[in-house]
């Protein structure tokens, strides 16, 4: 392997990982307050991946004001769902399992009825910025990863920065470990949760139209944030920073090993390595075990 | 200034209290006593707004105060909960933070924020540090440090006592004493009743969801029954 190799893979990773840092905070910060797997973060995924071609080929085409409208526009499907799904299983004080069903259950009809509408059909992006690229000495890279890379590290930066120095990004966090006491306090309880939707669905938005961007659109668009999910895993649950910085080793083991062995090895190779670290390190990068999942 | 007046409130078919009433003075430290299970938290949970009455008002200042948690906060009645519920999540300082939540100018926050340091010095030394990591005692402090965070008028405070050595709890009674000649008015439910009987203005005595008793504070302490009761015999 010679370094130029190693360096374009780095950077091709990077970017991909990128998009599965985003997604796996986006699936984490809902299962830190409420503590279940939230597939129906694939859901708004899949739905802003559309979006976004709506929005790309019809309204805007420039890709910045397109993002950032599709970006918002999951954030309110996804407080949405909250709302109308979610809500009624919490104020009834359902087990974990049901809210866990609940969001499959959602990723399902979406994806069902995504293929029954438009799974014939195909949904390309405009050009914007797909073919240029720029190159530093012998590495070409793609200015609409390098884009994308930026856009998700301000995208994180800004997020760890609301949680971190706001009163209401502290209630989210304190939530996290307690959601009965923060109403002691003068906390809204349901406004922190929906706020909670309204981050991950931007989240969702985003990666849903990097997805739909450098992929193809498809229904089944939103089964790509098993790669966050799993980012989150290892990362270890709980763990925000964890997942992101898993999201990008993540992605960059898959540039380098489908740049060795080929695509469709790649995936094998991938699930069966993070069955033995989890085995290995149950934890995951951050060792923070917890024990409530759903 | 504040009334609680026939609240009976249930949990699914198990009524928790039948009808109860107190009241509270501005000024005043009034305690609860009661055994396990008495009916204490659920009391002091109505007050917060955190269980919704069957029946009964809670009044503060003559106006209803059964409304939900955030308005109760606003209001200036704020709770210590039982077990401290201290986040540990998240730093020391966020946690006295976030008792500030619902006062919107920094300044304000800051001014509340150094008045807490100077009743509790430690919670300024330990700032950095995650809100599980501090001691029991610790714990108690930045509980009540939280709550005080937002200023409140009237402060409740659900067995402060709880699973803390002697002297931890000496020194919190004392903090109590001393944020009440400061005009804070407290109400403190307890099962170290002889402690809390000690310090209050005016007590209630409760089992099973009823009071059955009440009086001054030191008065009631001489109550034989209550004696018998709660107090572990005569001393
Ligand atoms: N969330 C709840 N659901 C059902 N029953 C409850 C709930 N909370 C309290 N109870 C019941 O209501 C009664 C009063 O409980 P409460 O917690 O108010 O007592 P307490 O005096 O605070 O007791 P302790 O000293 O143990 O804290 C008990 O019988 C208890 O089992
Ligand atoms: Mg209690």
Known sequence: MNMDFILQQILNGVSLGGVYALEAVGFGIIFNILKFSNFSHGAVLTICAYIGFFISTHIVSQMIPALVITAVLGGFIAVLLEKLVFRPIRIKKRPLTYFFVTSITVMMIVQKTFSALWGRYYFPYPEMMKSAVTSFGELVVSKIYLMMLAITAIVLLGLTIFLKKTKMGIAIRAASSDSWAPALMGVDTDFIISLTFFIAGILAGITGFFLGMTYTVTPFIGELMLKGIIAAIIGGMGSLGGGVIAGILLGITESIIVAKVGASVTPILIYLSIFVLLLVRPQGISGKLYAVKA | ?235
């Open chain 2, 1 to 235: 200034m504040l009334e609680v007046k026939d609240l009976v409130v249930t949990y699914g078919g198990i009524t928790a209290l039948h009808g109860i009433s107190l009241k509270l003075q501005k000024g005043q430290i009034v305690s609860i006593v009661g055994a396990n299970g008495a009916g204490k938290s659920t009391t002091i949970n109505s007050i917060s707004g955190m269980v919704s009455p069957k029946s009964g008002k809670i009044l503060l200042d003559n106006e209803s105060l059964i409304t939900k948690p955030r308005k109760i906060v606003n209001r200036g009645v704020v709770q210590v909960p039982e077990g401290r519920r201290i986040f540990p999540s998240i730093s020391v300082y966020e946690n006295l933070i976030l008792g500030a939540y619902r006062i919107k100018s920094k300044k304000q926050t800051e001014k509340s924020l150094e008045k807490v340091y100077s009743w509790f010095p430690i919670l300024k030394e330990r700032g950095n540090q995650g809100g599980g990591t501090l001691s029991g005692g610790e714990q108690q402090m930045l509980a009540i440090g939280r709550a005080l965070m937002s200023e409140p008028k009237i402060l409740l405070l659900d067995e402060p006592s709880l699973g803390l050595a002697p002297l931890i709890v000496l020194e919190i009674f004392e903090l109590l004493q001393k944020l009440n000649n400061e005009g804070l008015t407290i109400l403190l439910v307890e099962q170290n009743a002889r402690k809390a009987l000690s310090i209050s203005d005016y007590a209630y005595v409760m089992e099973t969801g009823r009071i059955v008793a009440e009086g001054e504070g030191r008065l009631i302490m001489d109550d034989p029954v209550v004696k018998r009761a709660y107090l572990g015999g005569t001393e």
